[in-house]
Protein backbone atom coordinates (compact mmCIF):
# COMPACT_ATOMS: atom_id res chain seq x y z
CA UNK A 1 0.00 0.00 0.00
CA UNK A 2 1.81 3.12 -1.65
CA UNK A 3 1.09 6.48 0.58
CA UNK A 4 2.17 9.71 -0.07
CA UNK A 5 3.06 12.52 3.15
CA UNK A 6 0.91 15.55 2.70
CA UNK A 7 3.54 18.64 1.91
CA UNK A 8 5.76 19.44 4.79
CA UNK A 9 5.35 15.87 6.40
CA UNK A 10 8.80 13.76 6.01
CA UNK A 11 8.58 10.07 5.52
CA UNK A 12 10.07 9.58 8.66
CA UNK A 13 7.50 11.49 10.90
CA UNK A 14 4.77 9.90 9.36
CA UNK A 15 6.54 6.00 9.14
CA UNK A 16 7.06 6.70 12.82
CA UNK A 17 3.23 7.88 13.73
CA UNK A 18 2.23 4.75 11.58
CA UNK A 19 4.37 2.39 13.99
CA UNK A 20 2.72 4.01 17.15
CA UNK A 21 -0.86 3.59 15.97
CA UNK A 22 0.13 -0.03 15.24
CA UNK A 23 1.97 -0.68 19.23
CA UNK A 24 -1.42 0.85 20.39
CA UNK A 25 -3.54 -0.97 18.21
CA UNK A 26 -1.99 -4.27 19.63
CA UNK A 27 -2.70 -3.35 22.98
CA UNK A 28 -6.57 -4.20 22.28
CA UNK A 29 -6.41 -7.37 23.93
CA UNK A 30 -9.28 -10.55 23.73
CA UNK A 31 -11.45 -9.78 27.12
CA UNK A 32 -13.46 -12.56 29.26
CA UNK A 33 -16.88 -13.25 28.75
CA UNK A 34 -19.36 -10.28 29.59
CA UNK A 35 -16.52 -7.75 28.06
CA UNK A 36 -16.47 -7.98 23.97
CA UNK A 37 -18.62 -4.67 24.04
CA UNK A 38 -15.81 -3.11 26.11
CA UNK A 39 -13.30 -4.48 23.43
CA UNK A 40 -15.38 -3.12 20.48
CA UNK A 41 -15.54 0.44 22.08
CA UNK A 42 -11.83 0.38 22.69
CA UNK A 43 -11.31 -0.05 19.11
CA UNK A 44 -13.42 1.95 18.09
CA UNK A 45 -11.03 4.42 20.34
CA UNK A 46 -7.97 3.61 18.85
CA UNK A 47 -9.55 4.54 14.88
CA UNK A 48 -10.86 8.19 16.37
CA UNK A 49 -7.21 8.65 17.89
CA UNK A 50 -5.71 7.43 15.00
CA UNK A 51 -7.55 9.43 12.64
CA UNK A 52 -6.77 12.14 14.64
CA UNK A 53 -3.16 11.60 14.08
CA UNK A 54 -3.13 11.25 10.42
CA UNK A 55 -5.49 13.76 9.29
CA UNK A 56 -2.70 16.01 9.05
CA UNK A 57 -0.37 14.01 7.61
CA UNK A 58 -2.49 11.83 5.00
CA UNK A 59 -4.88 13.19 2.16
CA UNK A 60 -8.27 11.47 3.05
CA UNK A 61 -8.46 9.30 0.19
CA UNK A 62 -5.58 7.74 1.82
CA UNK A 63 -6.87 7.88 4.70
CA UNK A 64 -10.23 6.09 4.08
CA UNK A 65 -7.86 3.31 2.87
CA UNK A 66 -6.09 2.85 6.20
CA UNK A 67 -8.93 3.50 8.43
CA UNK A 68 -12.21 2.33 6.12
CA UNK A 69 -15.31 4.62 7.39
CA UNK A 70 -17.54 1.05 6.20
CA UNK A 71 -15.78 -1.26 8.96
CA UNK A 72 -16.18 1.32 11.63
CA UNK A 73 -19.83 1.52 11.25
CA UNK A 74 -20.08 -2.39 10.95
CA UNK A 75 -18.62 -2.36 14.38
CA UNK A 76 -20.79 0.37 15.97
CA UNK A 77 -24.04 -1.18 14.49
CA UNK A 78 -22.55 -4.76 16.28
CA UNK A 79 -22.20 -2.86 19.56
CA UNK A 80 -25.39 -2.05 19.31
CA UNK A 81 -26.89 -5.02 18.23
CA UNK A 82 -24.90 -6.73 21.49
CA UNK A 83 -26.28 -3.73 23.54
CA UNK A 84 -29.80 -4.96 22.79
CA UNK A 85 -29.27 -8.48 23.03
CA UNK A 86 -27.77 -7.88 26.78
CA UNK A 87 -31.09 -5.85 27.25
CA UNK A 88 -33.54 -8.41 26.48
CA UNK A 89 -31.60 -11.06 28.36
CA UNK A 90 -31.90 -8.18 31.47
CA UNK A 91 -27.89 -7.38 31.57
CA UNK A 92 -26.69 -11.34 30.65
CA UNK A 93 -24.55 -11.90 28.18
CA UNK A 94 -24.86 -14.04 25.38
CA UNK A 95 -21.61 -16.17 24.56
CA UNK A 96 -22.74 -16.63 21.11
CA UNK A 97 -23.03 -13.00 20.39
CA UNK A 98 -19.82 -12.26 22.62
CA UNK A 99 -17.85 -14.36 20.52
CA UNK A 100 -19.22 -12.84 17.32
CA UNK A 101 -18.43 -9.78 18.39
CA UNK A 102 -15.26 -10.54 19.85
CA UNK A 103 -14.13 -12.46 16.23
CA UNK A 104 -15.14 -9.17 14.30
CA UNK A 105 -13.10 -6.80 16.28
CA UNK A 106 -10.52 -9.58 15.96
CA UNK A 107 -10.36 -9.78 12.24
CA UNK A 108 -10.87 -6.07 11.99
CA UNK A 109 -7.63 -5.55 13.85
CA UNK A 110 -5.65 -7.72 11.90
CA UNK A 111 -6.51 -6.12 8.92
CA UNK A 112 -5.65 -2.75 10.28
CA UNK A 113 -2.86 -4.23 11.51
CA UNK A 114 -1.34 -5.54 8.20
CA UNK A 115 -2.77 -2.61 6.09
CA UNK A 116 -0.76 -0.15 8.56
CA UNK A 117 2.39 -2.62 8.62
CA UNK A 118 2.33 -2.32 4.70
CA UNK A 119 2.07 1.28 4.83
CA UNK A 120 5.40 1.41 7.13
CA UNK A 121 7.03 -0.83 4.43
CA UNK A 122 5.74 1.28 1.31
CA UNK A 123 7.55 4.24 2.55
CA UNK A 124 10.43 2.40 3.87
CA UNK A 125 10.59 0.89 0.14
CA UNK A 126 9.83 4.89 -1.58
CA UNK A 127 12.96 6.09 0.89
CA UNK A 128 15.15 3.63 -0.45
CA UNK A 129 14.30 4.07 -4.26
CA UNK A 130 14.62 7.77 -3.71
CA UNK A 131 18.27 7.25 -1.89
CA UNK A 132 19.52 6.66 -5.31
CA UNK A 133 22.20 9.17 -6.68
CA UNK A 134 20.94 11.59 -8.54
CA UNK A 135 18.95 15.07 -9.60
CA UNK A 136 15.48 13.84 -9.61
CA UNK A 137 13.49 14.92 -12.87
CA UNK A 138 10.08 14.32 -14.08
CA UNK A 139 9.41 14.51 -18.18
CA UNK A 140 6.22 15.52 -19.36
CA UNK A 141 5.05 13.41 -21.65
CA UNK A 142 6.22 16.11 -24.60
CA UNK A 143 9.52 16.25 -23.99
CA UNK A 144 9.71 12.60 -24.77
CA UNK A 145 7.95 13.42 -28.26
CA UNK A 146 9.92 16.80 -28.94
CA UNK A 147 12.85 16.72 -27.24
CA UNK A 148 15.61 17.14 -30.58
CA UNK A 149 17.21 13.52 -28.91
CA UNK A 150 15.91 10.45 -28.15
CA UNK A 151 15.53 9.31 -25.00
CA UNK A 152 18.72 7.23 -25.00
CA UNK A 153 20.59 9.87 -26.36
CA UNK A 154 18.79 12.66 -24.21
CA UNK A 155 21.70 14.75 -22.54
CA UNK A 156 19.51 17.27 -20.19
CA UNK A 157 22.46 18.35 -18.25
CA UNK A 158 22.72 21.45 -19.96
CA UNK A 159 19.36 22.28 -19.99
CA UNK A 160 19.68 21.57 -15.58
CA UNK A 161 22.40 23.73 -15.28
CA UNK A 162 24.34 20.15 -14.75
CA UNK A 163 27.96 19.10 -15.11
CA UNK A 164 28.61 15.55 -14.34
CA UNK A 165 26.13 15.27 -11.19
CA UNK A 166 23.82 11.91 -11.94
CA UNK A 167 20.42 12.40 -12.84
CA UNK A 168 17.58 10.29 -11.95
CA UNK A 169 14.58 9.91 -14.02
CA UNK A 170 11.20 9.39 -12.36
CA UNK A 171 8.28 8.75 -14.87
CA UNK A 172 4.73 9.00 -13.43
CA UNK A 173 2.19 6.14 -14.27
CA UNK A 174 -0.12 8.97 -16.02
CA UNK A 175 2.92 9.50 -18.28
CA UNK A 176 3.25 6.58 -19.58
CA UNK A 177 -0.22 5.70 -20.27
CA UNK A 178 -0.16 8.69 -22.51
CA UNK A 179 2.88 7.43 -24.09
CA UNK A 180 0.80 4.06 -24.52
CA UNK A 181 -2.19 6.13 -26.17
CA UNK A 182 0.24 8.11 -28.81
CA UNK A 183 0.89 5.07 -29.89
CA UNK A 184 -2.08 4.86 -32.25
CA UNK A 185 -1.75 8.74 -33.42
CA UNK A 186 -2.19 10.24 -36.29
CA UNK A 187 1.37 11.44 -37.14
CA UNK A 188 4.31 8.43 -37.38
CA UNK A 189 6.56 10.34 -35.22
CA UNK A 190 4.53 10.65 -32.47
CA UNK A 191 3.86 6.86 -32.97
CA UNK A 192 7.37 6.02 -33.25
CA UNK A 193 8.53 8.14 -30.44
CA UNK A 194 5.82 7.27 -28.02
CA UNK A 195 7.00 2.86 -29.21
CA UNK A 196 10.30 3.21 -28.96
CA UNK A 197 10.35 5.64 -25.61
CA UNK A 198 7.54 2.82 -23.63
CA UNK A 199 9.71 0.15 -25.31
CA UNK A 200 13.06 1.82 -23.83
CA UNK A 201 11.67 2.43 -20.18
CA UNK A 202 9.91 -1.54 -20.20
CA UNK A 203 13.69 -2.42 -21.13
CA UNK A 204 15.72 -0.10 -18.10
CA UNK A 205 13.27 -1.37 -15.74
CA UNK A 206 13.86 -4.88 -16.12
CA UNK A 207 17.42 -4.38 -16.59
CA UNK A 208 17.73 -2.54 -12.89
CA UNK A 209 17.44 1.61 -14.03
CA UNK A 210 20.31 1.99 -15.71
CA UNK A 211 19.58 4.31 -19.06
CA UNK A 212 23.31 5.78 -19.32
CA UNK A 213 26.67 5.06 -17.74
CA UNK A 214 28.82 8.27 -16.86
CA UNK A 215 30.96 9.17 -19.48
CA UNK A 216 34.23 10.94 -19.00
CA UNK A 217 35.65 10.47 -21.96
CA UNK A 218 35.10 13.76 -22.76
CA UNK A 219 37.84 15.50 -20.84
CA UNK A 220 40.57 14.04 -22.74
CA UNK A 221 39.71 16.80 -25.68
CA UNK A 222 38.69 19.90 -22.82
CA UNK A 223 34.85 18.68 -22.99
CA UNK A 224 32.52 18.47 -20.16
CA UNK A 225 31.65 14.71 -18.79
CA UNK A 226 28.45 13.58 -17.92
CA UNK A 227 26.76 11.52 -15.04
CA UNK A 228 25.00 8.44 -14.96
CA UNK A 229 21.43 8.62 -15.45
CA UNK A 230 18.72 5.77 -14.43
CA UNK A 231 15.10 6.13 -14.63
CA UNK A 232 12.65 4.42 -12.68
CA UNK A 233 8.45 4.45 -12.96
CA UNK A 234 6.40 5.87 -10.05
CA UNK A 235 3.23 3.66 -10.01
CA UNK A 236 -0.14 4.96 -8.76
CA UNK A 237 -1.01 3.88 -5.12
CA UNK A 238 -3.95 1.19 -4.93
CA UNK A 239 -7.39 2.85 -4.95
CA UNK A 240 -5.59 6.08 -6.05
CA UNK A 241 -8.28 8.99 -7.96
CA UNK A 242 -6.74 10.40 -10.85
CA UNK A 243 -7.27 13.96 -11.18
CA UNK A 244 -9.63 15.02 -14.40
CA UNK A 245 -7.12 17.05 -16.12
CA UNK A 246 -3.53 15.02 -16.99
CA UNK A 247 -1.25 17.55 -16.98
CA UNK A 248 -2.62 18.13 -13.05
CA UNK A 249 -2.25 14.30 -12.16
CA UNK A 250 1.46 14.25 -13.60
CA UNK A 251 2.26 17.49 -11.55
CA UNK A 252 0.71 15.87 -8.34
CA UNK A 253 2.85 13.10 -8.68
CA UNK A 254 5.97 15.46 -9.42
CA UNK A 255 4.87 17.05 -5.80
CA UNK A 256 4.60 13.19 -4.39
CA UNK A 257 8.13 12.43 -5.65
CA UNK A 258 9.30 15.39 -4.02
CA UNK A 259 7.75 14.64 -1.06
CA UNK A 260 8.89 11.29 -0.53
CA UNK A 261 12.43 12.41 -1.87
CA UNK A 262 12.76 14.98 0.60
CA UNK A 263 14.26 16.94 -2.07
CA UNK A 264 13.60 19.21 -4.91
CA UNK A 265 12.26 17.48 -8.55
CA UNK A 266 12.86 19.33 -11.79
CA UNK A 267 10.14 19.13 -13.78
CA UNK A 268 10.69 19.15 -17.71
CA UNK A 269 8.49 20.45 -20.37
CA UNK A 270 7.66 22.23 -23.51
CA UNK A 271 4.35 23.38 -22.57
CA UNK A 272 3.57 26.73 -20.36
CA UNK A 273 0.67 25.32 -18.90
CA UNK A 274 2.53 22.17 -17.50
CA UNK A 275 5.25 25.06 -16.50
CA UNK A 276 3.18 27.41 -14.67
CA UNK A 277 0.88 24.33 -12.86
CA UNK A 278 4.77 23.50 -11.82
CA UNK A 279 5.53 26.61 -10.26
CA UNK A 280 2.58 27.09 -8.57
CA UNK A 281 3.22 23.77 -6.83
CA UNK A 282 6.81 24.61 -5.61
CA UNK A 283 8.33 22.34 -8.43
CA UNK A 284 11.71 23.70 -10.30
CA UNK A 285 10.54 24.21 -13.41
CA UNK A 286 12.57 24.27 -16.39
CA UNK A 287 10.63 24.95 -19.82
CA UNK A 288 12.83 23.55 -23.39
CA UNK A 289 12.15 25.90 -26.39
CA UNK A 290 13.89 24.06 -28.81
CA UNK A 291 11.22 21.90 -30.83
CA UNK A 292 11.81 18.74 -32.74
CA UNK A 293 11.60 18.12 -36.72
CA UNK A 294 8.71 16.34 -38.24
CA UNK A 295 10.58 12.66 -38.93
CA UNK A 296 12.55 11.24 -36.12
CA UNK A 297 16.30 10.30 -36.84
Request: no cysteine; charged share 25%; glycine share 8%.
Given at each position: ?15 NTLGQLRNYL ?46 YELTLSAIAS ?216
Amino acid sequence: MLITPLPGVSLKDLSNTLGQLRNYLSRVHVTGPGRATERAQQYLEWVNEARRMLRTQLRPAELEQLLPTQEYELTLSAIASSASVSVASHGNPDLANERLLNGLVSTQIDQRSDALQQAIDSLDAAARQFERAGVLVVLDTGVFLRHPQKLEEMDLAPVLGLRDEPIHIVVPMPVVDQLDGLKQHHKQHNRWRAGYSTAVIERVLRQGGLLREEDYSALTEGGIPRGRVTLDVLLDPPGHVRLPITDDEIVDRAVAVKVLAGRDVRLVTYDTGMAMRGNVAGLVVVKLEQELGEEPK
